[in-house]
């Protein structure tokens, strides 16, 4: 406490020293969705010195001296945040695997030919997993021709990028990715996480204009986002809508 008391009286006495502001966020959306973008409020905010938290655990903003946190969860576990999105999660692919000769990616059965991606601790989302989407489209007992695990989404993200396997997308997460051609989506067919993501304050940050800008900036994102559709493999046989 004490050090971050001096740390606090050392920036206010400095003349035109930055205003910082401390975002915690989950790693895949800060390293998919958040840091790509972050550029843009920097510009638009020259004198705020942005600060990123990115881990996969909750904590108490206001003991821990953070102004904002961005939350994946039910509204119940996010009390009083606003929302910013929810998520679909389908298949998704390199376009070089996708078009693959000798194992094309025409219809669902058609995994049984590919490596599929997992993380790890996707156990505690289970709709984060395989079994749900192959559920849902009709192919439960479908057996892949093997298997590759990793302890972070983001890592799993980039081994499907360089055709190593195909994974399961997180839209709006891979909206970007969808869009430029690195990944493209097989089939049509999609679930809905029950978990959505949520912009929460600390209560000492109730007055800090930092903080509003950065909130309405998050939503206009997320707005202009949400209105350029990520585009699916149309050229594929699409199954039934979701």
């Known amino acids: 406490m004490l050090e971050r008391l001096h740390d606090a009286l050392a920036k206010m006495r400095r003349p035109g020293a930055a205003r910082a502001l401390t975002v915690t966020t989950p790693l895949s959306f800060a390293s998919l969705w958040l840091i790509p973008r972050l550029a843009r409020f920097t510009r638009a905010h020259p004198g705020v010195d942005v600060r990123m938290a990115a881990n ?74 395989w079994d749900p989407w192959f559920e849902a489209a009709g192919i439960g007992d479908l057996k892949p021709a093997g298997a590759l695990h990793f302890s972070h989404y983001d890592q799993l993200i980039q081994a499907a990028i360089n055709g190593q396997g195909v994974a399961l997308g997180r839209v709006p997460l891979l909206r970007e990715q ?65």
């Open 56 to 129: 996969n655990e909750i904590v108490d903003l206001d003991r821990a001296g953070i102004e904002l946190a961005i939350r994946y969860s039910t509204a119940e576990r996010a009390p009083g945040g606003a929302k910013l999105f929810g998520e679909e999660v389908f298949p998704v692919c390199s376009p070089a695997l996708a078009r693959d000769r000798a194992r094309p990616i025409k219809r669902p059965e058609d995994l049984a030919r590919h490596v599929l991606l997992h993380v790890d601790n996707a156990g505690q989302a289970p709709w984060l997993v």
């Open 178 to 242: 969808l869009r430029s051609g690195l990944l493209v989506a097989p089939f049509r067919r999609s679930i809905a996480s029950p978990r959505c993501y949520y912009v929460m304050r600390s209560a000492r940050s109730a007055k800090n204009a930092d903080v509003d800008a950065f909130i309405a900036w998050l939503h206009a994102e997320a707005a202009t986002s949400a209105s350029q559709p990520a585009p699916l493999n149309r050229t594929r046989r699409s199954g039934a809508s979701k």
